[in-house]
């Protein structure tokens, strides 16, 4: 395992000098992923690297091979650890107001930060790297539809869901218009967009 940062690393996003000594297995994965994160969200995919991962995080290439089989899967699982806490799912007990919160704190992220850049990149390489796609799948497209569709089954159970609503389903109406306007840019990403989509699918489109 690498003990020291280089020289040239110093100051980088993610440099963090190591002492000697073996550390417990939970805690040097935590590190790659900060390193990652803040690499990514500093600075985009192009110039990660296994190499400079290893440089800055003080672990071995043979450990991050082992952990994640292409820069893909280890991007993007850096990735979601960057943006979890932005995006955890809130529970006021209104489903309308949780809901459009959870939207709305999902585009600030996709469109002020460079979180947004780097998702479309990511979901654009995992076309070609079935590694990435698979990562993608299992450890953040799996995980956000999890925690959508757990907070409306509670919405559900509380009587402000029809019962017989397939939340899934909700899901790909709710985040998969945000995804679309994120990847084909023929209209704005903002907050407003998000407000329509919550009423659109609470309240339906047709008179009443």
Do not use: C
């Amino acid at each position: 395992m690498t003990n020291q940062v280089a020289a040239s690393d110093v100051g980088q996003p993610g440099a963090r000098a190591r002492g000697r000594g073996r550390r417990p297995a939970d805690e040097v994965r935590a590190d790659v992923l900060r390193t990652v994160g803040e690499l990514l969200l500093a600075e985009g995919i192009a110039d990660l690297t296994f190499e400079r991962v290893a440089r800055l995080s003080g672990v071995s290439k043979t450990t991050l091979y082992k952990w994640w089989p292409s820069k893909g899967a280890l991007a993007l699982d850096g990735y979601f650890h960057a943006v979890q806490q932005t995006l955890a799912f809130p529970d006021t007990g209104d489903i309308r107001v949780d809901l459009r919160d959870q939207l709305r704190a999902f585009v600030h992220l996709m469109t002020t930060t460079p979180a947004g850049r780097i998702l479309a990149e990511l979901i654009g390489q995992s076309q070609t790297d079935q590694d990435l796609a698979v990562a993608y799948r299992t450890l953040y497209s799996s995980e956000r539809r999890r925690l959508a569709a757990e907070r409306l089954r509670a919405a559900q159970e509380a009587g402000q869901v029809r019962d017989d609503v397939d939340v899934q389903v909700v899901v790909d109406q709710l985040w998969g218009a945000v995804y679309h306007r994120l990847l084909v840019p023929d209209e704005p990403v903002t907050e407003s967009f998000a407000d329509a989509l919550v009423r659109n699918v609470l309240t339906g489109i047709t008179p009443r």
